[in-house]
């Protein structure tokens, strides 16, 4: 099977969701929340991410978690990950339970696609306010892809991973996990990176993008994957946008869809005139109507 039919049927599978005049969407990916401990790479961008959760979810945001929100091919144990981060699944869960949580796999949280996965893992954390375990998300369902219908003017706007564009990271990827588990992570301590990353390759990194873009264009759909954490906006002409990643540490970057706009932002620590700290709330680029793209 080749990317473009890959991405097919991963369009012919996703969860549909109206995009109306009111309608709001917060779009994040590749969180890669992980255990603790050296190589877990959320933890220094954190406390940006629930800044950003708390400031859309007192906004009316729906949370749109686009691929890769924990990182189960470094680890093996999702415990450990709950246990390390219970505070980012407080605010997945405080989503949730409104109907405002859409949670999409990508491929190193794969496995979230079977649903005795996050039947045994989302269906309750450990709060430390309450001393208890409270529900988290049950019977939540990751989904290979979203498809927002525009009740307008009848665009859609497919949001998936991007992970399809390239057969190791999909159809292979349980022998791209043993790769990243037993190869490159002993190696990334000794600073080498993975080659089959398209984050950290850049060769790898613009195929992959251009493979997504030109299918956006081929089939005249506005197209927001993550992947390869390289935060891209589009254009009139170039319907294809990246959300970035929460794992850089210049801050972490988002897809905002409201009003029938789309607007790439960046959330970073500022200083304030006083010297206290603050997440800061940025966007990059151009706010782009959802008509502007065609």
């Not at 200083?271 to 782009?288: D, H, P, V, W």
Request: charged share 25%; aromatic share 14%; proline share 5%.
């Amino acid at each position: 099977m080749g990317f473009e039919s890959r991405i097919q049927k991963t369009y012919r599978d996703s969860l549909n969701l109206p995009l109306k005049p009111s309608s709001r969407y917060a779009v994040f990916s590749d969180c890669h929340r992980g255990t603790g401990k050296a190589n877990d790479n959320f933890l220094q961008d954190e406390y940006l991410y629930l800044a950003a959760l708390r400031y859309y979810f007192q906004r009316g945001f729906a949370y749109i978690e686009l691929g890769d929100g924990d990182e189960l091919w470094e680890n093996r144990s999702m415990k450990s990950i709950k246990k390390n981060h219970k505070q980012s699944y407080e605010m997945l869960s405080m989503f949730y339970m409104q109907k405002r949580f859409y949670g999409v796999y990508g491929n190193h949280d794969i496995v979230k696609k079977y649903p005795k996965f996050p039947k045994k893992y989302f269906n309750s954390f450990y709060c430390d306010k309450v001393l208890c375990d409270k529900p988290l998300c049950p019977d939540v369902q990751f989904y290979p892809g979203i498809i927002l219908h525009d009740t307008l003017k009848g665009h859609e706007i497919f949001m998936t991973h991007g992970h399809q564009a390239d057969i190791l990271n999909s159809t292979l990827w349980p022998l791209a996990r043993f790769m990243v588990r037993y190869i490159w992570r002993p190696l990334e301590y000794l600073g080498v990176h993975d080659p089959t990353s398209a984050a950290k390759n850049n060769t790898k990194k613009k195929k992959t993008e251009k493979i997504l873009a030109d299918w956006a264009i081929k089939n005249n759909y506005i197209m927001i994957t993550g992947h390869t954490h390289h935060p891209m906006a589009g254009s009139k002409g170039s319907p294809y946008c990246n959300t970035g990643s929460c794992v850089h540490p210049a801050g972490i970057t988002a897809i905002e869809i409201e009003r029938r706009n789309i607007t790439l932002v960046k959330w970073s620590v500022s200083t304030k005139r006083n010297m206290n700290l603050f997440a800061s709330r940025e966007i990059l680029g151009n706010t782009m109507p959802v008509d502007s793209f065609f």
